[in-house]
């Protein structure tokens, strides 16, 4: 069985810089939950299958993971990180990360991202 890789995208290397700089516990806390999701794929849970409190199931069976079970007693910024696990090549693409005024665009765009990926893999031109 293929392990699982891990896909960035330009805006994700861009914003995860960010964070890195203002807001470190809250990309720590992402990450902490981008590491146990994808310990869940690798033992070759489905996708659709995964739960746990810091995951949303958002449009076009992208994901977004939260910051919450960090156990940090300080209160953390809302903050999500949206992925897409992609069957097929066992590909998890790192979208991008946002707080809550960003969610919605945030949304929008990683659809955008994932329809262009499917347009690919289909052999549609983007």
Known sequence: M?????E???KYDRVYKYYEKKHPLELGAVINNLSAYLQALKVGTHPQF????????????IKALDQK???????????????YPELEKKALYLISIGD??????????????VEALKGEE?????
Not at 69 to 83: D, E, M, P
Not at 122 to 126: D, F, L, P, V
Request: proline share 0%.
């Open 69 to 83: 079970g960090s156990g940090k007693k300080r209160k953390l910024q809302q903050t999500r990180l949206y992925i």
């Open 122 to 126: 289909h052999g549609k031109a983007i």
């Open 8 to 10: 960035t995208t330009e």
């Open 50 to 61: 995964i739960q746990a409190g810091y995951i949303h199931h958002e449009s076009a069976g």
């Open 100 to 113: 809550k005024t960003s969610q919605k665009a945030d949304i929008k765009e990683a659809v955008k991202f």
């Open 2 to 6: 293929a392990d699982w890789v891990i």
